[in-house]
C-alpha cells in the first residue's frame, strides 16, 4: 500500500496548479485588473512582485523565476517601461548588460492593487466557516513548505 503513495501524490500534485490557475489568478486577479485604468495584464503584475521582493535583476532572471520566454520578457518589460512601472538601467561592470528596476510608480500600482485581489479573495473564501479557512490555511502553508523542498 505504501507503495502506492507517490502515485496518488503525482496525481494531487498535477491537479492543483490548473485549479489555482482558473480560479485565483484567472477570475480574481484579472476581475480587480480589469478596474484599472493602466493597460496591465498578470504576467506584468508577476514581475513586478518579483522586482518588488528581489529588488534589480536581468530580464532572463525575471524570466527564469516566472517561467516567461526570453521573447514574451522583452514585450512585457517594454510595456512596463512605457507605462513608467519599471525602468532598465546598464549593468556598473557591463554595459551590455541591462537590468530591471521597479519604479516608485510600480511600487505604488503594486501596493494598490495587491490590496484589492486580496479583499477579493477574501470576498472570493468569505463563503467558507471558519473550521475550514483554518483547514485551508494550514494546508496551504504545508503545501508551500513541501514544495521548497523539491
Same mark, same amino acid.
Given at each position: 500500500?505504501?507503495?502506492?503513495?507517490?502515485? /496518488?501524490?503525482?496525481?494531487?500534485?498535477?491537479? +492543483?496548479?490548473?485549479?489555482?490557475?482558473?480560479?485565483?489568478?484567472?477570475? !480574481? +486577479?484579472?476581475?480587480?485588473?480589469?478596474?484599472?485604468?493602466?493597460?496591465?495584464?498578470?504576467?506584468?503584475?508577476?514581475?513586478?512582485?518579483?522586482? /518588488?521582493?528581489?529588488?534589480?535583476?536581468?530580464?532572463?532572471?525575471?524570466?527564469?523565476?516566472?517561467?516567461?520566454?526570453?521573447?514574451?520578457?522583452?514585450?512585457?518589460?517594454?510595456?512596463?517601461?512605457?507605462?513608467?512601472?519599471?525602468?532598465?538601467?546598464?549593468?556598473?561592470?557591463?554595459?551590455?548588460?541591462?537590468?530591471?528596476?521597479?519604479?516608485?510608480?510600480?511600487?505604488?500600482?503594486?501596493?494598490?492593487?495587491?490590496?484589492? +485581489?486580496?479583499?477579493?479573495?477574501?470576498?472570493?473564501?468569505?463563503?467558507?466557516?471558519?473550521?475550514?479557512?483554518?483547514?485551508?490555511?494550514?494546508?496551504?502553508?504545508? !503545501?508551500?513548505?513541501? !514544495?521548497?523542498?523539491?
Amino acid at each position: 500500500m505504501g507503495s502506492d503513495i507517490p502515485g /496518488k501524490v503525482a496525481v494531487d500534485l498535477l491537479s +492543483i496548479p490548473p485549479l489555482v490557475f482558473r480560479i485565483i489568478r484567472s477570475k !480574481l +486577479i484579472n476581475i480587480t485588473l480589469a478596474d484599472t485604468d493602466i493597460d496591465v495584464r498578470l504576467p506584468h503584475i508577476e514581475i513586478m512582485t518579483v522586482l /518588488k521582493e528581489e529588488g534589480t535583476l536581468h530580464p532572463a532572471e525575471i524570466g527564469t523565476k516566472l517561467h516567461i520566454a526570453k521573447a514574451q520578457m522583452t514585450h512585457l518589460i517594454d510595456k512596463l517601461v512605457e507605462l513608467e512601472l519599471v525602468e532598465r538601467s546598464f549593468g556598473e561592470s557591463d554595459r551590455r548588460t541591462i537590468n530591471i528596476t521597479l519604479t516608485d510608480k510600480g511600487r505604488n500600482f503594486l501596493e494598490k492593487h495587491e490590496n484589492i +485581489i486580496f479583499n477579493a479573495v477574501g470576498e472570493y473564501i468569505s463563503d467558507l466557516d471558519e473550521s475550514e479557512l483554518e483547514t485551508l490555511s494550514t494546508s496551504l502553508r504545508n !503545501l508551500r513548505d513541501i !514544495l521548497l523542498k523539491l
